[in-house]
């Protein structure tokens, strides 16, 4: 299986510059997905095949993925971002990362 | 708009069964591949297993090979999972996700159902 490393934590000041990375060997060579999981509630999409983002998802979140690391940016960060990520990758079947806890201080 | 409603968990034993079901509404279900990913209390996201839109493909984790089963009817616009030999472990909320691209990644969950394998 295909492992995928993330920080169980990040931290980021309200109104500043989230980033939330996702190791994995040669994840560049792949397409990343990353979800976005509030507390009681489903995951949600929120970045797929590295840099997309889907319809309603505001332009704030953005992703890049190049050698070992994909990363998600959360610009100008909310009280509303508050949230689980968790990055997604195919390689023979689906694998996700531990995920990352967000919070906004 | 797309919707997704699982049915089924409850409270089951160890060595049980339990048959999940996701009723989907607002698109083409037929048109669309599916996936049943699972969630331990306090933990992160499991992909269970993956159908293709015709049926003719399907995934399993390696945890759950031999032991689920993932089916669709197309004509009902439902998808399902079977659950067998149940274990503590299989505890969890479980989701079912489209795949409109057909690219390996979730677009639309829906709320989920929960299993608990307890005595």
């Known amino acids: 299986s295909y492992d995928l490393i993330q920080a169980l934590s990040v931290s980021v000041a309200l109104g500043q510059t989230a980033r939330i990375t996702c190791g994995g060997n040669?994840?560049?060579?792949?397409?990343v997905h990353w979800y976005q999981q509030k507390p009681g509630q489903a995951p949600v999409l929120v970045i797929y095949?590295?840099?997309n983002r889907p319809s309603g998802i505001p332009e704030r979140f953005s992703g890049s993925n190049s050698g070992n690391t994909a990363t998600l940016t959360i610009s100008r960060a909310q009280l509303g971002d508050e949230a689980d990520y968790y990055c997604?990758?195919?390689?023979?079947?689906?694998?996700f990362g531990g995920g990352t806890k967000l919070t906004v201080l | 708009q797309v919707q997704l409603v699982e049915s089924g968990g409850g409270l089951v034993k160890p060595g049980g069964s339990l048959r999940l079901s996701c009723a989907t509404s607002?698109?083409?279900?037929?048109?669309?591949?599916m996936n049943w990913i699972r969630q331990a209390p306090g933990k992160g996201l499991e992909w269970l297993s993956y159908?293709?839109?015709?049926?003719?493909?399907?995934y399993y984790a390696d945890s759950v090979k031999g032991r689920f089963t993932i089916s669709r009817d197309n004509a009902k616009n439902s998808l399902y999972l079977q659950l067998s030999s149940l274990r503590a472990e299989d505890t969890g909320v479980y989701y079912c996700?489209?795949?409109?691209?057909?690219?390996?990644?979730?677009?639309?969950w829906g709320k989920g159902t929960t299993v608990t394998v307890s005595s």
């Open positions: 996700a489209t795949d409109a691209h057909g690219e390996y990644f979730m677009d639309v």
């Open positions: 607002g698109f083409t279900f037929s048109d669309y591949h």
């Open positions: 040669n994840i560049g060579g792949k397409n």
């Open positions: 159908i293709r839109s015709s049926g003719s493909t399907i």
């Open positions: 997604q990758v195919w390689d023979s079947s689906v694998a």
């Open positions: 095949r590295d840099s």
